[in-house]
């Protein structure tokens, strides 16, 4: 009973509020993807809750935080709802690589996140043994969360904050295009072209990520604006080796993003 209070209180003092809600979350999974921000945030303070990172700090003007999501759906929730209830931030971005589904897309071109959606989720009817595997017959499930307390809402995909999107996709990118679309996510790295082309037309995915859909599910459900933002790493239609470097473009990009972001009341 003793270690069960002392955890408590542990816990309930690593998640307590920050003093001011800070304006802009920004989330990268890895290191890599988060050097160009860490480098522009002035007065930078490190806090560590349990397995996950946050900087304080400002660019510009704003008072933000960055965070170190780690990889997968199971970490992007968990610092998702942290950072949400320690800082209670105005707007997140998701950021960092991805690999395509849309085979227009190349290397160092930028998804702006109209929508999001998780592509790991759906329903198959039954079939025998020997009968085979069809992806074709599987159905898209939707996420559903119970936003009042009362009624579920189904998800079929989760759409990014509208005034970020405009901002966003008015930047130019050095190195390649900006374009809306729709980021898939699951915890797959996919290389298999069929298998691609079979999610892409089941879920209308641009490009595939391990965090975007599950961040953004997490911060709907606590009613916090979202954007997700992916720099398109490798592809396997054109560029199947992947470009590591993709992550500080792209955090490059959120940077300057960030500096231009209308203020929120």
Not at 36 to 51: D, K, V
Not at 112 to 118: K, P
Not at 215 to 233: D, K, V, Y
Request: hydrophobic share 40%.
């Amino acid at each position: 009973m003793l270690r069960r209070a002392f955890l408590s209180a542990w816990v309930g003092c690593a998640i307590a509020p920050a003093d001011d809600p800070v304006e802009v979350l920004i989330q990268g999974a890895v290191d890599g993807e988060l050097q160009p921000l860490l480098a522009a945030l002035a007065g930078q303070r490190a806090t560590q809750i349990s397995a996950w990172t946050f900087w304080e700090g400002r660019i510009g003007a704003r008072r933000v935080v960055v965070s170190r999501t780690e990889v997968g759906p199971i970490n992007a929730v968990a610092a998702t709802v942290l950072g949400i209830e320690r800082y209670k931030p105005k707007l997140i971005i998701n950021q960092g690589t991805a690999g395509a589904h849309n085979p227009t897309l190349r290397l160092w071109d930028i998804v702006i996140g109209e929508r999001t959606v998780d592509y790991s989720a759906y329903t198959s009817d039954h079939a025998d043994a020997g009968s085979g595997v069809h992806p074709a017959r599987w159905r898209p499930d939707p996420h559903r969360l119970r936003l009042d307390g009362r009624q579920l809402t189904a998800f079929p995909a989760f759409n990014g904050d509208s005034r970020a999107i405009e901002t966003a996709t008015a930047i130019n990118n050095p190195r390649g295009r900006v374009l809306r679309g729709t980021i898939g996510s699951a915890y797959q790295y996919n290389r298999e072209i069929d298998m691609i082309a079979s999610v892409r037309a089941r879920y209308a995915t641009d490009s595939e990520d391990m965090e975007s859909a599950f961040a953004h599910g997490a911060a709907t459900g606590l009613r916090t604006p979202f954007l997700a933002i992916r720099m398109i790493s490798d592809s396997e239609y054109n560029h199947p080796t992947y470009e590591r470097v993709a992550g500080r473009y792209c955090s490059e990009f959120v940077v300057d993003l960030v500096r231009r972001l209308p203020q929120r009341n």
